[in-house]
């Protein structure tokens, strides 16, 4: 499933994508970025509340698919701009950490 | 043929900038042909290195060899030293401040994952003059 396919599935708010081609191998949880760094995988749709600039490295790095913002976590243009620069894709939801990756996980599995 | 060397400077607390170095190691190592997962522990070690000079040590110099066999990062910096290194490469110890933690770093993990994912780690500090941390990845 495609960046742009999990969009129109799971209504996520798109904020950024630059690659809306890119494909999802798998949803990953956590907010410590050195966890992230040596935990997460390529093609990753990143689940996180860390709406800063520093994630968008740590996915850059990690070769992730997208980052998803949740818990309605506040936008940072800032982050924003850097995603753009660096290729990375960058969604949001309202809902909590486990919600939004079990309707990602969902949409991947019924792909 | 003769090796190639990166040169990079880490800004004290640029955390805007933090990662860059990494990020353009990791894009040139790849356009090189340099095996993903050589690629991705040089890049998972040089990025908590950096991540380390910016809040430890107020920047550095990080210089980058790659040769046939095997990628050398050297991460030069000023800062005020590690007091315990024995304390430091524990899993989950930290001095890093609280403003730190809540953008997501000081885990305590950025020098055993820098150990983790080099195939050799050196540490020479001293208290009060700085530290440098020489990394190798073979190929």
Known sequence: MTVNELIEKTGLEPLC???PEREISGVYNCDLM???????FSGAAWVTIMAN????????????ACIVL???AAKDEVMLSKAKA???NVLMSCEPIFETSLSIYNALKNA | MSNLVLKYTVDNEDFTRA??????VKKKLKMMGVPPEAVRKVAIAMYEGEINMVIHADGGEITVEITPTQIVMVLKDKGPGITDIEKAMQAGYSTASENIRALGFGAGMGLPNMKKYS????IDTVIGVGTT???KVNI
Do not use: R, Y
């Open chain 1, 53 to 64: 600039i520093n994630a968008v490295a740590v996915a850059s790095l990690t070769d992730m």
């Open chain 1, 17 to 19: 994508i630059p690659c």
């Open chain 2, 19 to 24: 990662g860059e170095a990494s990020s353009d």
């Open chain 2, 133 to 135: 941390v020489t990394m």
């Open chain 1, 86 to 88: 660096q290729e990375i």
């Open chain 1, 70 to 72: 949740s818990e309605g």
């Open chain 1, 34 to 40: 050195s966890v992230v760094m040596s935990k997460g």
């Open chain 2, 119 to 122: 195939d050799e780690m050196d």
